[in-house]
Every structure is written in C-alpha cells, then in structure tokens.
C-alpha cells in the first residue's frame, strides 16, 4: 500500500497527538509511506519516520487577526485551500493508494480534497472534534453540517480513539461505520511491576504527568485530600504558566518538570503508589471530556500502577474506569472526602495488588500496542482495497 499522511499532526514523539501520529507511522512495516505536514516550531529539525513535505506555517500576525476577527469557517477553508494548492502537486507525484489524516484542522479538510482529486480513499483519525475546537461564531454549525460532515460521510475508514468519540461523531453527522482504535502507547516497560517498600502507615504517593491544561480542578481537589494524610503529588508535565507555577507552590506536591517517558516510568514504578487521571469540570471543555478518550491511561496501564480516576460523571474516563477498574479507583466528582476515601483505599496493600492486576489486564488486553497497530492497519488495509463508503 501506498499511504499519504496528510495532516497538521506532525509525526514526532513527543507528547500527545504528536506522539500516537509517530507511534503508527513508525510501526508501519511493508508499505510506501509520504507525509504532508506542517513546518512547525516544536518539531523543527526533528526527524519524521517517513519521507516528507513541510508545509511552512502561516504568520504570526495571521494567527492574530484569524483568532479575532470574522467567521472560523472562512479562515479554515482559506488555509485548507493553501495547503491544499502546495499538497496537490506532491501527492499526484506519490500517487497514493489511501490518504491518511486527522481530524484536527483545515489540514483535514485539504486532506479530504486531495483524496477527492486523486480518486483514492480516505481514511481518518478521529481523536478530537473539530467543531468543538473553534472560536466560538454563529455560523460554525451550519457550517460544520454541511462541510464537515460531507468530508465525514466521504471517509473509507472512520477511526476513533474511544467509544464515546463514535456516540459522539453519530450525534453530529449520522451514525456510518466506524472502527475504534485506543491512544496507541508506548511500549511495556520490561519486566513485571514489584511495588515499592512501604509501611503500613505511610501516606499514599500519587503521580500525574501528561497536560495539566483544563485538568487543573481535579488535581488540586487530590492534593486537598492528599494534605489531610500528608501524601504526597508528584507531577510530571510540559504545562507552563501562572497555574502551574502555583500548583508546584503548594503543600505536597512535587514538581519534577517535564520528563522523558522511560524516566517517568521508572520513577512511577520505583517511587509511587498511585497515578492520576483528573479529567476537568469546566463547562467549556465538557464536549470535549465527554467525546475525547486520555491518552494517559493506555500509558499509565503500561506503567501497572492502580489508577486513580476523577472527572465528570459522563467523561470518558470515569466511563471507561466503572467498567474496568474497581470502585476504589473512581471518584466522579470533586468532593474531598470521596477523594480522601479513595486515596485511603490505595493505602491498602490488598486493594493495590487488585487494582494493579485490573491495569495489567488492560495493559495486555485493549491497550497492548502491538493490538491497538493491528486494528488500524486492518483498518487502512480494507479503505485501500476499496472499503464500504457510507
């Protein structure tokens, strides 16, 4: 197969989306791949794990004036077609079998026209909802109705990142074949977990890494409930900024910066009890806590710590914990004496060494990358060889 990766998600490993990009395209083994991606100031310099076109980015001051002024629907399909013009040329010399994309900007949407060229099918990763992630405007709705759900609609391969992401999309634009594909992790670090030596009496040790942005209400509401036990919060993040200058300020957290994943593992494992997966309340981000699945906690089960799980009572997270973790682990609120309970249940050896073989069975199971790359190559496999189109 013939693969172009065309999208705004630039293929490196670093964090997030960035890094579950880089994770599948390195994985690909027997298949031509060409990347059409943006020039963008954090990957810079770095290597892509396929051949590649960098479209240069748009200007500051272009930013600026998009951000404020006139409908979000005008400038993304303004920047569609500018990607779109310096795509085309490269991708008819490719002549690929299958365009690969992520639903996350107007890349997207250049995507969708190239593969509408070029006669070839379209295959796309749903981890966010583009809609959703636009400046507010009264006209993004019938906007979104019409384009984004024809681009939907024209899809060979709809891929999501959890369930509720299918829910989600189907509300929008109608129900169509979809296939889910969890947040592909990193792979298993060697050797099976031996918790560390602890005291019946020692506080609880919990650590976070990941985004703190929009996650900011849970993890103080731990650390609240940490400081009547005197345990502990160990954070791990690239956020900056006042909020986070603030949270390392406070009384037993530990701010360890930012980490390179097989450090962070090792420290988990070497050092704590516990890790967080806060998902914020803030009315503004609930679309996106309802539809979006973590990706940390495919990469909290690889590391086999209990989990614990706060957020609202129908984000995706504390979805996925009722159903596959203990009722220990699960708080779907920000009342301090749940949290306080909860953290006091991972003080006991028993309910650790249970909730810890719930993360490894799920670290085997639906999260296990070797799993996860299958599933989305069957996936790319069907729409290249002419995959049902709804």
């Known amino acids: 197969m013939r693969l172009l990766y065309l999208s705004s998600v630039v293929p490196v490993e670093l964090n997030a989306g960035y890094s579950l990009a880089y994770r599948h395209l390195a994985r690909l083994a027997g298949h031509e791949v060409f990347i059409i991606t943006r020039e963008f100031d954090r990957a810079a310099g770095l290597e892509l794990p396929h051949p590649a076109l960098r479209i240069p980015e748009p200007s500051r001051n272009y930013y600026r004036v998009s951000g404020r002024i006139g409908s979000p629907a005008f400038w993304m399909e303004r ?51 583009i809609e959703h992630m ?47 594909v969890y947040p592909i992790p990193a792979a298993a670090p060697p050797g099976r977990l031996a918790p560390r030596a602890r005291r019946a009496d020692e506080p609880v040790r919990v650590g976070f890494f990941g985004d703190l942005g929009g996650n900011y209400g849970p993890v103080h509401a731990v650390v609240d409930a940490l400081g009547d036990t005197g345990g502990e919060l160990h954070v791990f993040s690239h956020s900056t900024g006042a909020e986070r200058a603030a949270l390392a300020r406070r009384a037993g957290v530990v701010d360890h910066g930012a980490a390179k994943p097989r450090e962070l593992q090792a420290f988990f494992r070497a050092s704590l009890d516990a890790t967080l997966i806060p998902q914020g309340f803030e009315a503004d981000t609930l679309t996106l806590r309802r539809s979006c699945f973590p990706s940390k906690i495919p990469e909290a089960c690889q590391i086999g710590l209990p989990l614990l799980v706060v957020g609202p009572p129908d984000g995706s997270a504390v979805r996925w914990a009722r159903a596959s973790l203990g009722p220990e682990a699960v708080v779907d609120g920000l009342d301090r004496a749940r949290i306080g309970a909860a953290l006091r249940a991972l003080g006991d050896a028993a309910v650790r060494e249970r909730e810890s073989a719930r993360v490894a069975a799920s670290a085997a199971g639906e999260f296990a990358p070797a799993r996860l790359q299958e599933r989305l190559e069957a996936a790319l496999a069907r729409a290249a060889a002419g995959g049902a189109r709804s």
């Open 79 to 129: 920047e569609a077609a500018r990607v779109r013009r310096a795509a085309l040329p490269r991708a008819r010399e490719f002549a690929p079998d299958l365009v690969l994309t992520v639903w996350a900007s107007a890349y997207a949407l250049a995507a969708a026209d190239v593969a509408e060229a070029l006669g070839v099918p379209l295959a796309i990763l749903f981890h966010d909802d």
């Open 134 to 180: 636009m400046r507010p405007h009264r006209g993004n709705r019938a906007w979104a109705a019409k384009r984004l759900a024809r681009i939907y609609r024209q899809a060979a391969a709809r891929i999501c990142v959890g369930p509720a992401m299918v829910d989600w999309l189907a509300a929008l634009y109608g129900a169509a074949p979809t296939e889910v």
